[in-house]
């Protein structure tokens, strides 16, 4: 039902920062917990955090905990990556999506709703 699609991905320094956001249109969004992966070409797709319906719990990746900051607007149907202290390992194409979970999970199979992704790539 929920279609998300990711948009603020481009080139930017190591160190610099980038905000990427993913609108989801469905009538029902704080149902649903919202996730965001990584995937490099080749390489399985690797969770990197996820936030619960309203917001109040995070869950990271070790390899982004302190970096990354994941929020959210059930107004605007929106949730938000936050990334600071961008290093070249997380040049990758990111990816939003949707989970009914009882629970933030952090394996990608618990996620049935997709967006298309949006790539990140950072320079040294």
């Known amino acids: 039902q929920p279609q998300p699609a990711e948009s603020g991905g481009g080139l930017v320094q190591a160190g610099g920062s980038l905000r990427l956001s993913c609108a989801v249109s469905?009538?029902?969004?704080?149902?649903?917990?919202l996730g965001w992966f990584r995937q490099v070409p080749e390489q399985e797709r690797e969770f990197v955090g996820a936030?619960?319906?309203?917001?109040?719990?995070?869950n990271y990746a070790d390899s982004v905990k302190g970096r990354f900051t994941i929020s959210r607007d059930n107004a605007k149907k929106t949730v938000y990556l936050q990334m600071n202290g961008l290093k070249p390992e997380d040049t990758a194409v990111y990816y939003c999506?949707?989970?009914?979970?009882?629970?933030?999970?952090?394996?990608?199979?618990?996620?049935?709703?997709w967006g298309l992704g949006t790539q990140v790539t950072v320079s040294s």
């Open positions: 469905t009538r029902t969004f704080d149902s649903y917990i």
């Open positions: 936030i619960s319906r309203g917001g109040l719990n995070t």
């Open positions: 999506a949707t989970s009914l979970g009882a629970e933030i999970y952090t394996t990608r199979f618990a996620y049935n709703y």
